[in-house]
C-alpha cells in the first residue's frame, strides 16, 4: 500500500455534475495539498492544509471546493467544471507545511470533463 | 514569482548510456528535490538536497545542489528500460510553496 491513496483513479463528468475526490495517507503527516498537473505545464499548486487549517488557496476557481476533516484525510469537491479543468489532480502530503518539506505524492485522479 | 528552468525536455537514449538533466533558476533555493513520475503514476521522490555543493546518490542515481544555490542536476548512469518516465526537479526557496519545473521526458530504448 502506497501511503498517499486517493480515488477514484479516473473520473469522466459532466459540465453540470458534482462530484468529489478523495485522499488518504498513512505516513503521520500533518501538511496535505492538491496539485493540478496538465500537459505541458508545471505542477500547480492548488491547496495547501496544516493542520487542518487551509494556508494556502492558489487563486483556484471557486468551482473547486477543498475539505479536510482531519490530518490524515483530503477531498475535493468538484461542481460546474469546464472542459478546461480536465486534468491530473495530484494529491501530496509532507511532515508540515513549511520550509525543507519533502512532498510524498498519490498516484492521482484523471479527470476528464465533457 | 519563482520559476525553474529544466533541461532538456525530452532524451531518447541507448540502454547502457548514463543520462544528465538540470535545472536552474533566477533566484535562491535553499531546497532541492527529484521526482519520476511513470504514465498514470503519481510523482516518486527519488532524491532530497538540503545544502549547496551537496551530492547525494540513491543506486544509480546521483543529484548535485549547486554551489550558487541556483541550480541542480541528475545524473543516471548506466541507463536501463524501466528508467524510463518523467524526471521533474523541485525547489523551495524563501516561501513555503515547492516550485517545480516542466519536466524531463526520457525514452530508454533497449
New interface residues.
Given amino acids: 500500500e502506497t501511503g498517499v491513496t486517493q480515488t477514484p483513479r479516473h473520473l469522466v463528468m459532466g459540465m453540470t455534475n458534482k462530484k468529489s475526490l478523495k485522499c488518504e495517507q498513512h505516513l503521520g503527516h500533518n501538511a496535505m495539498y492538491w496539485y493540478k498537473q496538465s500537459a505541458k505545464k508545471p505542477l500547480e499548486l492548488m491547496f495547501v492544509y496544516n493542520f487542518k487549517e487551509q494556508t494556502e488557496n492558489n487563486s483556484v476557481p471557486s468551482r473547486f471546493s477543498p475539505e479536510c476533516p482531519n490530518s490524515s484525510h483530503l477531498f475535493l469537491h468538484l461542481h460546474t467544471l469546464q472542459p478546461e479543468d480536465s486534468a491530473l489532480y495530484l494529491c501530496a502530503s509532507s511532515h508540515s507545511w513549511g520550509l525543507n518539506t519533502e512532498a510524498f505524492f498519490g498516484q492521482g485522479t484523471r479527470l476528464t470533463v465533457v | 514569482g519563482q520559476q525553474?528552468n529544466q533541461s532538456p525536455q525530452s532524451m531518447f537514449i541507448q540502454e547502457g548510456e548514463d543520462v544528465s538533466m538540470n535545472c536552474t533558476s533566477s533566484s535562491i533555493f535553499?531546497?532541492w528535490?527529484w521526482?519520476k513520475q511513470e504514465p498514470?503514476?503519481?510523482?516518486?521522490?527519488l532524491i532530497?538536497l538540503?545544502k549547496a555543493g551537496e551530492l547525494t546518490s540513491n543506486g544509480r542515481l546521483t543529484a548535485q545542489f549547486g554551489i550558487t544555490r541556483k541550480d541542480s542536476f541528475l545524473n543516471i548512469s548506466a541507463s536501463i528500460p524501466s528508467d524510463v518516465g518523467i524526471y521533474?526537479c523541485?525547489g523551495?526557496g524563501g516561501s513555503?510553496?515547492?516550485?517545480?519545473?516542466?519536466?524531463t521526458k526520457l525514452t530508454v530504448n533497449p
Avoid: H, I, R
Fill in positions: 525553474l535553499n531546497t528535490l521526482y498514470g503514476e503519481g510523482p516518486v521522490l532530497a538540503y521533474f523541485a523551495q513555503e510553496k515547492l516550485v517545480f519545473g516542466k519536466g
